[in-house]
């Protein structure tokens, strides 16, 4: 099997967006806190995770929350399985969290697939509200969501990692948990990979994705 050919480490949506229409995978790091409660859902049985943007962003960038909303209903319906959505603010109400997320909503609504719970970005924390056994999971947030889904809307090779503490990880158990799922994820077509830091203005993220990115080099030896 060929070789990876490219690593890049990344910042933004804009960064993801770039790397997708490159055609690489893309891996989306933000530890505080969506790819670290992604990571505590998939350790709490969660079967499929997803990112997307908050009805409104900033982000200079196209996005389209309704179109994952709708992937993931489809997934839901095909799996039999029910959909978790995670939302912001961290403190307020599920009401709140849900009007963040309309876009997201209908496109799930036109799947008639069921929502059972929109809870809170919390991290590692988050598996003691709900239970995530066998769900498919989708974090709607201002930047790691937004950054997955201007990826996801250019290539659907896009997938989460983090360094943070998580339900069953701790140390550096999460982050060789993501390089093992970039290794179980890439496809020979995919041009390299891009490990993106969510935001540029997080030093905890840009750490971590360059830490990431150095392991998954140590991994080059292997063929994928």
């Known amino acids: 099997m060929e070789k990876l050919r490219n690593i890049i480490v990344t910042s933004d949506a804009s960064g993801a967006k770039k790397a997708a229409q490159a055609g690489m995978l893309v891996i989306i790091v933000d530890v505080i806190d969506m790819s670290t409660t ?25 996005v389209n929350p309704y179109a994952i909303g709708l992937y993931a209903g489809n997934l839901a319906q095909e799996k039999g399985s029910k959909i978790i959505i995670v939302s912001e603010p961290r403190v307020g109400t599920d009401e709140e969290r849900a009007r963040r997320c309309q876009n997201v909503i209908k496109g799930i609504g036109e799947t008639k697939a ?30 790691g969501g937004v950054a997955f889904d201007a990826a996801f809307m250019e290539n659907r090779q896009v997938i989460t990692a983090t360094v943070a503490r998580t339900y069953r990880q701790k140390g550096v158990e999460p ?7 970039v290794f179980d994820t890439i496809k020979p077509s995919d041009t390299g990979i891009a490990v993106v830091a969510a935001s540029q203005n997080s030093l905890e993220d840009v750490l971590a994705a360059q830490y990431i990115a150095n392991l998954i080099m140590n991994y080059r030896s292997l063929s994928v």
């Open 114 to 143: 069921i929502i059972e719970a929109i809870i809170p970005n919390i991290g590692a924390e988050v598996v003691k509200i709900t239970d995530f056994k066998d769900k498919i999971v989708i974090a709607v947030t201002d930047t």
């Open 175 to 181: 982050a060789i948990t993501g390089v093992k799922r």
């Open 38 to 62: 992604l990571e505590s859902a998939l350790d709490a049985g969660a079967c499929y995770v997803l990112g997307a943007s908050p009805d409104y962003t900033n982000a200079p960038v196209s």
